[in-house]
């Protein structure tokens, strides 16, 4: 079986010490169509090195270097070339480090031993956005939080407001870390793939993060992720929309990210939201624009409601205007 991607050609660097497991990943690269090994290295200076001279798409690296350290390859790789997946390939026992290139970016984690087929199955699962993480790793991973295995120089505030995450943001995030893509999130949910992006932007957002596996990371740590996939109980202690809105406010949110989250945890309708707002003083081109992401509505749908809360004639035409 072989990958059926797109008709892109990805360019693979991989880096490994060992030379049976070298030779068997080049074999695995080179016998799909659609990858194109353009590069080999056995040490952390060689890989340095070609990387500050070279493009690619996909780093599959080992973590135990003779020279360094594969998470170092990983920080590189990630500020050097923001757009490429990395993939690490891990022999049972590396688990720990496993969980810090999380952190320094890494997409995908391979055992060495796993099968031709799961490896092929892997890279494919990468390239088309997801995160496939093997088995043993997994657990491992799911475990080191579940114990609470983080220092606590680490530990963040999961009472944080800004980082709320919705119900179905929190699904979303699920989904995620069991490496499904943004494509097969959206056939699961039975929403499209365009708004399951749009969660996972405000994942990221609120997070502050920039990968789909430190969003897992970051919400294992925070306890918006747990083992199993359930929907979350409302509980009674829950703020009301304002509270929320000052809180993400005083957070340095803009206008439109309160009203996201507004609209995703509360499912405030847009006359609602706009007068959420309009209790945080939010200017009238703040709030134009935070209501037309928002709701999809009409201009005049907008410019009406907002006279209705107050605004001026001239205000409300301004604000619209200044988006033309």
Known sequence: MVLTMTTKNYRVFLVEDDQGTL??????VNAQPNLSLVGMAETYKEASVWLNNNELDVLLTDLGLPDGNGQQLIKQTRAQHKEADI????????ENSVVEAIKAGATG???????EQHIKDSIRKLLEGGS????????????FFQKGETTSSNQLDTSNTEALLTPKEKIVLQYISRGYSNKEIASSLEISPHTVASHIKRIYRKLE???RNEAVFEGWRMGELSMHQQQPKQ???QKDPLQIAQALQAGGKSAEEIMDVLLLVFSLNMVQGMEVLQQLEVGANALFVASKNAFQAEDKEIIAQMLALGFTHEEALQAMLDQL
């Open 132 to 143: 496939p993480i093997s088995p043993a790793i997994a657990r491992f991973i799911l475990d």
């Open 235 to 237: 509980q009674g202690s």
């Open 87 to 94: 993939m690490v390939i891990s022999r049972f026992g590396d």
């Open 109 to 115: 984690y391979l055992l060495k031993d796993e099968s």
């Open 23 to 28: 030779k068997r990943m080049a074999d695995i």
């Open 209 to 211: 993060v920039n990968s």
